[in-house]
């Protein structure tokens, strides 16, 4: 019985994360936009 505990315990902890993904998902993405800005403004032709 202790490890089916265990085991609900840990799905708890997955949902938790799962939360927690996207604001890091979201900066990641934003971080991305922000670099290829950065290089199309070096890159670009005058």
């Known amino acids: ?3 089916f505990r265990a ?3 840990r799905k ?6 799962a939360r927690g ?3 890091c998902i ?3 993405v934003s ?5 290829m800005l950065l ?3 070096i890159l670009k032709p005058k």
Request: aromatic residues 12%; glycine residues 0%; without cysteine.
């Open 1 to 3: 019985m202790a490890k």
């Open 7 to 9: 085991a609900a315990s």
């Open 12 to 17: 708890k902890s997955k949902a938790s994360n």
């Open 21 to 23: 993904a996207i604001p």
């Open 26 to 28: 979201v900066f990641m």
């Open 31 to 35: 971080a991305m936009a922000l670099l």
């Open 39 to 41: 290089f199309y403004a």
